[in-house]
């Protein structure tokens, strides 16, 4: 007997399908998860940064930017992190805002999952300065 598992994922649409046989076998119809989701905020005060924030990951085969994720109001000037899409990898991030220095995580894995990939979330504290 095959069971097949719906889930809506909250916010974004996105349809994850898995049909599971009876030796526990999962075959998933991949939706898009981010590789890598950076809460960006002030180290001394704590302020959400994001939103006049830029950054990007790389690894040895890809370059992608952070995008707009995840807001605390419906006001855009609040946008509390960034994300980023691609496969697993080893990822070196950076994050760079006028008035702060550049903040970089190297390193950073991110693996499969049995689904999908296993999202990183980091915090990046930025330092006032260059």
């Given at each position: 007997m095959n069971v097949?598992?719906?889930t809506?994922?909250?916010?974004s649409g996105a349809l994850a399908l898995s049909a599971c046989g009876i030796m526990g076998s999962v075959d998933c119809i991949q939706p898009m998860y981010p590789v890598i989701v950076v809460e960006i905020r002030d180290a001394r005060t704590g302020a959400p940064l994001a939103s006049e924030a830029r950054g990007t990951i790389r690894s040895a085969t890809l370059v992608d930017s952070l995008r707009p994720a995840?807001?605390?109001?419906s006001d855009p000037a609040v946008m509390l992190s960034r994300q980023a899409y691609g496969p697993s990898g080893t990822y070196t991030v950076e994050v760079q805002r006028t008035g702060?220095?550049?903040w970089t995580a190297a390193g950073?894995?991110?693996d499969r999952g049995s689904?999908?990939?296993?999202?990183?979330?980091?915090?990046a504290s930025l330092q006032p300065g260059s």
């Open positions: 097949i598992v719906r809506m994922i909250a916010g995840e807001y605390s109001t702060y220095a550049t950073v894995r991110v689904c999908n990939l296993d999202t990183r979330r980091l915090v």
